[in-house]
């Protein structure tokens, strides 16, 4: 699987343009490549492999029920590309804040979230791959208060520029199979008002505004499955602009897995964007 893999991400990443590089943080999607592989591409092209040297990847509990944050308890992680070690000493740190539960091995093998980032982080880091180390966080349904804590508690992080944050999440899933069924007859065809939805989503994000994101949230139950990791990335994000550090969010892409024109058709949505520290 190795080498067809490689090839792959490598198709992918030869067709985007590196605009926002070097991300200090990005949003992508963590489905099956062959839905989602090329819309990840945008994201993973603005990272700086040169400058990159520990990687934050912040992905959703989709099996478990959590409401912290939880740590892997293995030191490796592989992929068909070449194995990544997770930083133990930046797992110590975050153990001592006592905001952290450890992941059974179970849960760890379970959850897709993080999983789908890895051989792509390990494709975009390939030319340092000894130099680098991940820090795998897997973020539980965290309260609005939560979010501001983890993301106070990650900014310092944020604030080094050989860090880098890669934040798992999905955008909408719509229809029966996901109970969601939101329809602004407005905008069109059912796919165009998920579209529509969705992108004012994202706007908001674009504008780092924790707040607005959870009153978005609120009123419209977009089932972006990684609100909560977006959330904390945002509240870190806030705590940076506090003291003075300025940045801009852009969405390099948009994608849906197909597009749902009646009741019975089902789609995920998918969004890839980058951080910039000016």
């Not at 080498?3 to 992508?28: D, F, M, Y």
């Not at 989602?36 to 029920?65: E, W």
């Not at 308890?73 to 006592?98: A, C, F, H």
């Not at 924790?210 to 089932?223: A, E, G, I, W």
Request: proline share 4%; hydrophobic share 35%.
């Amino acid at each position: 699987a190795g080498p067809q893999l490689n090839a792959q991400l490598e198709g992918w990443l030869s067709q985007v343009q590196s605009t926002k590089r070097p991300a200090r943080a990005i949003i992508a999607p963590h489905a099956g490549y062959t839905y989602c592989g090329s819309c990840a591409a945008h994201a993973y092209k603005q990272v700086d492999p040169n400058i990159t040297r520990k990687i934050f990847i912040l992905g959703p509990s989709h099996h478990v029920p959590l409401s912290r944050c939880a740590l892997s308890s293995v030191d490796i992680y592989r992929t068909p590309l070449y194995d990544l070690r997770i930083d133990q000493k930046i797992y110590g740190e975050l153990w001592k804040t006592g905001m952290f539960e450890r992941m059974s091995l179970q849960t760890d093998e379970d959850e897709h979230s993080i999983e789908m980032h890895l051989p792509y982080t390990a494709k975009a880091m390939e030319s340092h791959k000894d130099e680098f180390t991940i820090i795998p966080v897997l973020v539980g349904a965290l309260s609005e208060s939560k979010e501001q804590e983890f993301g106070k508690l990650f900014s310092k992080y944020l604030a080094d520029p050989s860090n880098l944050f890669v934040v798992s999440s999905d955008f909408c899933h719509w229809g029966q199979r996901f109970r969601y069924s939101y329809y602004d007859e407005s905008q069109g065809e059912i796919y165009r008002s998920i579209e529509h939805l969705d992108k004012m989503g994202m706007n908001i994000i674009e504008q780092l505004d924790p707040v607005s994101f959870s009153n978005y949230l609120k009123k419209y139950h977009n089932t972006i499955c990684g609100r909560h990791p977006i959330g904390v990335l945002l509240n870190a994000i806030n705590e940076l602009q506090k003291n003075g550090m300025n940045m801009s969010f852009s969405f390099l892409n948009y994608a849906q897995s197909s597009q749902c024109r009646n009741w019975q058709d089902s789609s995920v949505s998918y969004a890839a964007g980058a951080l910039m520290v000016h």
